[in-house]
């Protein structure tokens, strides 16, 4: 079965600081990865995916993650936190069955002035 | 506008009084599911469909049911509603049915409260 985990349910960076989010997956088969944020009272949105071809993936607003396939990771970076970027942000997988999606617990970013 | 609608945003009941959460899209997508979020544990899909007339169970689909007559809606219905099923709700749509390369788009959620 296929899972994820985010490590870390709060993280918390100072504005123009790093921001790092993880998230390792389990798979057999070679994956496909999103991240996805979630504004106060609003639904998902995509910020970025990897399916095949580049690791590195550019999203919106500044955001990029890496797959790293030995380390089953596709951790989301950014380099310079804004206040705009605090949000819960979800990692999730497929597989080649397309119907099923899971979603890792989510990870509550917090922006400090 | 390209979008996801789901109705009723927001909705208190009781114990065994049947309710039904409606989602449409207006981008012709063939895929679409329904997902249950909870504190602390994320997003949990409960049904999915790739097409008419074509659903499955995800991960907690007890006490749910869908249905997909037609490809734009695809109604979450609750037979007798329980306070564990307390929570809010997503609907999703995506456009690459086959495929799992798509994104999802979301509607803004149904917030769910039984009583």
């Known amino acids: 079965a296929q899972s994820v985990t985010q490590l870390g349910s709060h993280v918390s960076v100072s504005e123009g600081a790093l921001v790092l989010l993880r998230c390792n997956y389990s798979?057999?088969?070679?994956?496909?990865l999103f991240w996805y944020v979630q504004y106060p009272n609003q639904g998902l949105q995509l910020l970025l995916k990897y399916t095949t071809g580049a690791t590195l993936v550019k999203g919106i607003n500044g955001f990029e993650a890496e797959f790293k396939k030995s380390e089953t990771s596709f951790h989301l970076t950014k380099p310079s936190a804004h206040m705009s970027d605090a949000a819960e942000y979800f990692c999730?997988?497929?597989?080649?069955?397309?119907?099923?999606?899971?979603f890792g617990d989510g990870t509550t970013l917090t922006v400090k002035p | 506008e390209a979008q996801v609608t789901q109705n009723p945003r927001y909705l208190i009941t009781v114990t065994g009084k049947k309710l039904t959460v409606t989602c449409s899209q207006n981008m012709n997508h063939e895929y679409m599911s329904w997902y249950r979020q909870d504190p602390g544990l994320g997003l949990r899909q409960i049904y999915y469909s790739m097409n008419v007339e074509v659903t499955d169970k995800g991960d907690v689909p007890e006490g749910y049911k869908v249905s997909r007559k037609e490809k734009r809606n695809f109604p979450l219905i609750l037979e007798s509603p329980s306070p564990n099923q307390t929570s809010l709700y997503f609907c999703?749509?995506?456009?690459?049915?086959?495929?799992?390369?798509?994104?999802?788009?979301f509607g803004e959620g149904s917030r769910l409260t039984v009583l």
């Open positions: 798979s057999s088969v070679p994956p496909y």
């Open positions: 999730a997988v497929t597989y080649t069955n397309a119907g099923k999606s899971t």
């Open positions: 999703a749509s995506s456009l690459e049915g086959t495929r799992p390369t798509g994104e999802l788009f």
